[in-house]
């Protein structure tokens, strides 16, 4: 009987360790296989045994990391990174401290309002701004609408930012809310203001849900890909590797390289962690440790 007990926590984790290891871990051990990997060419690559797979150790990432459109690609999602996470968090957060105040009107609509657009999938938003984008509908006096080169990164963002604000203001809110009414009760009676409060005690006790927000925002900003892939056909000035990521499905499904596909992807994949990694252990560490004291 005893032995059973103990066999009822495996029996209902095996499921999930079942579906995390065929659709997360094989995958990622078939992808660093493929990615020291390339194709062989013998003869005239005609007959059925004249393409074979062989062992390339490193030069795989080589060449994926040699072409100028993945670096091209990188600087654009950098650039992109570093103006919607920013401002992402920062609306996130206004609009958070703005919900918790006391005798908010409309707060449950509000709320409702702001969260709603992350609710809306990500190729549907895309398709609805595209249009909206199209010089016959901008009011903006520009040719090519907002689908040109010039402002062809800020409507990109701008898609980025209006889903994903509900999404961290809600996080930040349930951290705001979390906090005891006693501490907010102290502040007032020693004469803090409604801004003093949000400054001094609000934003330091939020801290690590901040974190954790910023986190998951760059992790996403650094895999950009279903807005430009979704605005790419109604744009000229779209590349189809305008991303490291579009690079990625156009090498693999279009160009047929899976090869550097692979590799570009364990890069792209190894960036993302070290970055979390660094901001975590940059940041984290004293957020916590400010908390505890």
Same mark, same amino acid.
């Given at each position: @009987?005893r032995?059973?007990?103990?066999?009822?926590?495996?029996?209902?984790?095996?499921?999930?360790?079942?579906?995390?290891?065929?659709?997360?871990?094989?995958?990622?051990?078939?992808t660093?296989?493929? *990615?020291?990997?390339? !194709?062989?060419?013998?003869?005239?690559?005609?007959?059925?045994?004249?393409?074979?797979?062989?062992? +390339?150790?490193?030069?795989?990432?080589? %060449?994926?990391l040699?072409?100028?459109e993945f670096w091209?690609?990188?600087?654009?999602?950098?650039?992109?990174?570093?103006?919607?996470?920013? *401002?992402?968090?920062?609306?996130?957060?206004? #609009?958070?401290?703005?919900?918790?105040?006391?005798?908010?009107?409309?707060?449950?609509?509000?709320?409702?309002?702001?969260?709603?657009?992350?609710?809306v999938?990500?190729v549907v938003?895309?398709?609805?701004?595209?249009?909206?984008?199209?010089?016959?509908?901008? /009011?903006?006096?520009?040719?090519?609408?907002?689908?040109?080169?010039g402002?062809?990164?800020?409507?990109?963002?701008?898609?980025?930012?209006?889903?994903?604000?509900?999404?961290?203001m $809600?996080?930040?809110?349930?951290?705001?809310?979390?906090?005891? &009414? %006693?501490?907010?009760?102290?502040?007032?009676?020693?004469?803090?203001? %409604?801004?003093?409060?949000?400054?001094?005690?609000?934003?330091?006790?939020?801290?690590?849900?901040?974190?954790?927000?910023?986190?998951?925002?760059?992790? =996403?900003?650094?895999?950009?890909?279903?807005?430009?892939?979704?605005?790419? /056909?109604?744009?000229?000035?779209?590349? *189809?590797?305008?991303?490291?990521? @579009?690079?990625?499905?156009?090498? =693999?499904?279009?160009?047929?390289?899976?090869?550097?596909?692979?590799?570009? *992807? $364990?890069?792209?994949? +190894?960036? !993302?962690?070290?970055?979390s990694?660094? #901001?975590?252990?940059?940041? &984290?560490?004293?957020?916590?440790?400010? %908390?505890?004291?």
């Amino acid at each position: @009987m005893r032995s059973y007990r103990r066999a009822v926590p495996y029996a209902f984790l095996a499921p999930a360790v079942v579906l995390f290891t065929l659709f997360v871990l094989l995958p990622i051990g078939y992808t660093l296989y493929l *990615s020291l990997h390339r !194709t062989k060419i013998s003869g005239l690559g005609l007959g059925r045994g004249a393409r074979t797979e062989v062992f +390339a150790g490193l030069a795989t990432y080589r %060449e994926a990391l040699s072409h100028p459109e993945f670096w091209r690609g990188a600087l654009r999602v950098l650039g992109y990174g570093a103006i919607l996470v920013p *401002s992402m968090l920062g609306l996130a957060l206004l #609009f958070a401290l703005l919900l918790d105040r006391p005798r908010v009107a409309f707060g449950r609509f509000s709320r409702l309002s702001i969260f709603l657009p992350y609710a809306v999938p990500g190729v549907v938003a895309s398709v609805l701004w595209g249009f909206l984008y199209l010089p016959a509908l901008t /009011p903006l006096p520009v040719p090519d609408g907002l689908l040109g080169p010039g402002l062809l990164l800020f409507a990109v963002l701008n898609i980025g930012l209006w889903g994903g604000v509900g999404f961290n203001m $809600v996080v930040i809110l349930t951290a705001l809310r979390a906090i005891p &009414a %006693e501490v907010y009760e102290s502040a007032r009676l020693d004469g803090c203001t %409604e801004r003093q409060l949000a400054l001094r005690i609000k934003i330091p006790l939020v801290l690590p849900a901040l974190i954790m927000a910023t986190v998951f925002t760059v992790i =996403a900003t650094l895999q950009v890909y279903t807005e430009p892939t979704t605005l790419a /056909p109604l744009s000229n000035a779209l590349p *189809s590797t305008w991303t490291p990521l @579009m690079k990625i499905y156009n090498d =693999a499904f279009v160009r047929g390289d899976i090869y550097s596909a692979a590799a570009s *992807s $364990v890069v792209i994949a +190894a960036v !993302t962690l070290v970055c979390s990694l660094l #901001f975590l252990r940059l940041v &984290a560490g004293r957020a916590f440790a400010g %908390e505890r004291a």
